[in-house]
């Protein structure tokens, strides 16, 4: 009788994993037009988290509306006339008011951050940017990232790498009901339940677990 093999889950890798984690941070956000969060991550710790809102004790937008709206300025043009304080900056901030250098680490973000948010996050020496959700230029800021050679970002020129990823899943898997479902199925067709989980760690493919037959 061939043995059958039964297709499990895989864990999100690390980057999957950390910006599932600003997604859920970006749900404290009291931004109307767009939530957004942000984790500062160095050695798989986190030192830092932020996202978008009015400083810390002032009435939000949730309460006042949005003026850029009622203005109709459009995103990317004239951040002065807002009353939030960026995801990015907010994790530089509690990075700082916490005492952690965040020189060298990554940044999660749920979106790529605006001009002033990366010469910001530059001169915090961040080494990598991840995200999934890239940020449409204005012409002001696509004008900021010329230098004498031509159009360059200025976290390439600043030697910071940017990454984009797909957008992680919200779901959250569980292995235990996939492990009880084989359980079943192999109860339902007469085939001994006993199961021996084979997981080989950094596999890209996904784990396996096969019947582990009594001869």
């Known amino acids: 009788m061939t043995e059958p093999t039964i297709k499990v889950i895989q864990r999100p890798d690390i980057d999957e994993y950390f910006l599932k984690i600003a997604a859920v941070v970006a749900e404290r956000s009291t931004c109307i037009r767009r939530k957004i969060g942000a984790v500062a991550v160095r050695n798989k710790h986190i030192l830092a988290t932020g996202?978008?809102?009015?400083?810390?004790?002032?009435?939000?937008?949730?309460?006042?509306?949005?003026?850029?709206?009622?203005?109709?300025i459009p995103s990317g043009q004239q951040h002065?006339?807002?009353?939030?304080?960026?995801?990015?900056?907010?994790?530089?901030?509690?990075?700082?008011?916490?005492?952690?250098?965040?020189?060298?680490?990554?940044?999660?973000?749920t979106n790529e951050p605006c001009i002033l948010?990366?010469?910001?996050?530059?001169?915090?020496?961040?080494?990598?940017f991840?995200?999934?959700?890239?940020?449409?230029m204005s012409n002001f800021e696509t004008f900021i990232n010329f230098t004498p050679n031509g159009y360059r970002d200025i976290f390439e020129e600043a030697g910071i790498k940017v990454e984009i990823k797909p957008k992680p899943s919200s779901r959250i898997e569980n292995l235990q009901e996939s492990?009880?479902?084989?359980?079943?199925?192999?109860?339902?067709?007469?085939?001994?339940?006993?199961?021996?989980?084979?997981?080989?760690?950094g596999e890209s493919s996904t784990s396996s677990i096969k019947r582990e037959l009594p001869f």
Not at 118 to 124: C, E, G, V, Y
Not at 179 to 201: A, D, E, F, M
């Open 51 to 72: 996202y978008n809102g009015a400083p810390a004790g002032l009435v939000d937008c949730l309460t006042l509306g949005c003026i850029r709206n009622k203005l109709k």
């Open 80 to 109: 002065e006339i807002c009353r939030a304080v960026h995801a990015e900056q907010n994790v530089i901030i509690q990075a700082a008011l916490h005492g952690a250098s965040l020189e060298g680490a990554t940044i999660y973000c």
């Open 117 to 128: 948010c990366k010469k910001m996050l530059i001169n915090a020496k961040i080494k990598r």
């Open 130 to 136: 991840v995200t999934y959700a890239p940020y449409t």
């Open 179 to 201: 492990v009880n479902t084989v359980v079943q199925k192999q109860k339902s067709i007469g085939v001994p339940s006993k199961i021996n989980r084979r997981v080989t760690h």
